[in-house]
């Protein structure tokens, strides 16, 4: 029971290395075919063309930055690596979890640099690849964990740190919980607030920031929320 629990995680990973080793290489792609096409043209044996480097390095940092989004987000897509809400074992063999794994290894990579270089409409568009329901005229600003089982209506601004989490480790009972997250239009989420699994903000919520919003709990429309666990704010007698 114990080597096939062993062979079962050892092959897991292997797959999942040699899938984000072929995605994160194609995305590399590009960039090579556009430094050989440049240092065809412009071979850098002058002293002036120094003064090109700062500029082709930016470039070509940024052509690498479109591609490994596009590419870890089409595979994503096209070969429906999403999970669905439910409590499953935290294994290679359970098919949630391993999608769940295989997501995480293509997304966290690409999250981290969506982190330094925020690129507002192709950032949305990564997400709606990756299965996040995206309504329109959005800022997201923070973290999303898990943007296929996260919504956003319209209108909402998610503040510099602000984390949405749609699953939870249970690593004593070796399980993962995965919940959708649901946010209303016309909503504000505050820097460095948390949203746990299951939450679900109302149209027209405003959360403060720092406020954390626990697992299952609903905003009701049109309230102020803030502190932990997120609590309703009413407005002073005479204002």
Not at 183 to 197: D, E, K, Q, S, T
Request: proline residues 4%; charged residues 20%.
């Amino acid at each position: 029971m114990s080597n096939d629990k062993s062979t079962g995680k050892t092959s897991g990973f292997i797959l999942i290395s040699l899938i984000c080793f072929i995605v994160f290489s194609l995305g590399f792609l590009p960039s090579i075919v556009i430094s050989r096409i440049f240092l065809y043209f412009i071979p850098l044996n002058q002293i002036w063309h120094i003064f090109l480097l700062p500029f082709f390095i930016y470039f070509i940092l940024v052509f690498t930055i479109f591609y490994q989004l596009l590419f870890s987000g089409i595979v994503i897509h096209l070969f429906n690596i999403r999970y669905e809400e439910g409590v499953y074992d935290y294994t290679y063999k359970n098919k949630m979890a391993f999608r769940w794994i295989a997501l995480c290894a293509l997304y966290t990579p690409i999250r981290k640099i969506l982190e330094i270089f925020p690129l507002g409409g192709i950032k949305n568009t990564y997400f709606r690849l990756l299965g996040m329901k995206l309504g329109k005229n959005n800022l997201v600003g923070g973290i999303i964990k898990d943007p296929c089982l996260t919504e956003f209506g319209d209108n909402i601004t998610m503040g510099e740190y602000a984390i949405i989490y749609a699953h939870i480790h249970n690593y004593e009972k070796n399980t993962i919980l995965m919940k959708r997250v649901k946010i209303g239009n016309n909503c504000i989420i505050g820097a460095g607030a948390i949203i746990m699994p299951g939450a679900v903000l109302e149209d027209d919520v405003k959360l403060a920031a720092g406020a954390i919003v626990t697992k299952s709990q609903i905003l009701k429309k049109g309230k102020i929320y803030a502190g932990i666990p997120a609590k309703e704010i009413k407005p002073k007698k005479g204002k």
